[in-house]
């Protein structure tokens, strides 16, 4: 009798011992860990991207070589062409300069979703009292857009198109023929951002581009742009963002090869051979 109530005056003991204040503290804390990591609050996330831009100034990336030059329309440029929208012509010379000074891969982060209203017809059509033979003549003339083609036709060149977080029914056009992605693990819908809408440009130079890209940008809380994706989601399927295309025409790949795992997607791009 006696060493049975020996062993009943053990068991609670083992019983607190093994819920003890501090594993009980620990526990309540794990837990708290695990509710901030799937809330993710927004104090949480500005700490995160405050401290990525203190890395980013103690110790930013090393910059080995430049292989992108950015063409940036600026004041200057708008007073020595002129206001914006510029003529398409003015585009496309520029354009075909650029791969005269060796440029591989010419990309436009703009969309053209409207024909050029400065292209001869247009002209023609807004311009009252010309003269019907002048006005025959101007209306003969090739259009904007059709120049702006043929010299898209002939380079290298990957258009911009623009989505949006909401529905513009009168702006949303069809994504151009999708080009080949392959897949390598977990599909990668869930993980990468679905655009309701999208702006295309206009039909006349759209199928004569070398690639098609996405430009859309994702800014953080506090409204500044740290990340860029490379896929975007339209309608289920996948597209490929502005850079990844270009990557994709430079080296003259057909397919672009998506790794993907549970936690993500992991890298995209040409696949090798």
Request: glycine share 6%.
């Amino acid at each position: 009798m006696a060493d049975e109530k020996k062993k009943d005056k053990k068991k609670p003991g083992r019983l607190r011992k093994f819920f003890s204040a501090a594993r009980l503290t620990g526990l309540v804390f794990l837990v708290g860990l695990l509710a901030v990591q799937i809330l993710d609050p927004y104090p949480v996330q500005f700490l995160r991207i405050k401290t990525f831009d203190m890395f980013q100034r103690a110790e930013p990336r090393e910059v080995k070589t430049r292989p992108v030059t950015i063409v940036d329309l600026d004041e200057e440029s708008l007073a020595e062409v002129g206001q914006w929208p510029w003529p398409r012509t003015i585009i496309a010379d520029m354009v075909a300069n650029l791969f005269k000074m060796g440029a591989g891969v010419v990309a436009f982060d703009i969309a053209f979703p409207e024909p050029d209203r400065l292209s001869p017809n247009m002209i023609a059509q807004n311009v009252r009292g010309l003269d019907p033979s002048v006005e025959k003549t101007i209306r003969g003339l090739p259009s904007n857009d059709a120049y702006f083609a043929n010299i898209i036709r002939q380079t290298r060149v990957v258009l911009g198109q623009a989505g949006f977080d909401r529905k513009i029914e009168d702006q949303v056009y069809r994504p151009p023929v999708k080009k080949s992605i392959a897949f390598r693990g977990e599909k990668p819908h869930k993980f990468v951002p679905i655009l309701p809408s999208l702006v295309r440009n206009v039909p006349e130079i759209e199928k004569v581009a070398a690639g098609h890209g996405f430009f859309s940008l994702f800014p953080e809380p506090d409204g500044i742009v740290r990340r860029v994706p490379t896929l975007f989601q339209f309608d289920e399927n996948i597209y490929t963002g502005l850079s990844i295309e270009m990557l994709r025409v430079a080296t003259g790949r057909r397919t672009i090869l998506v790794t993907s795992d549970p936690l993500g997607v992991q890298k995209s791009g040409s696949p090798r051979g």
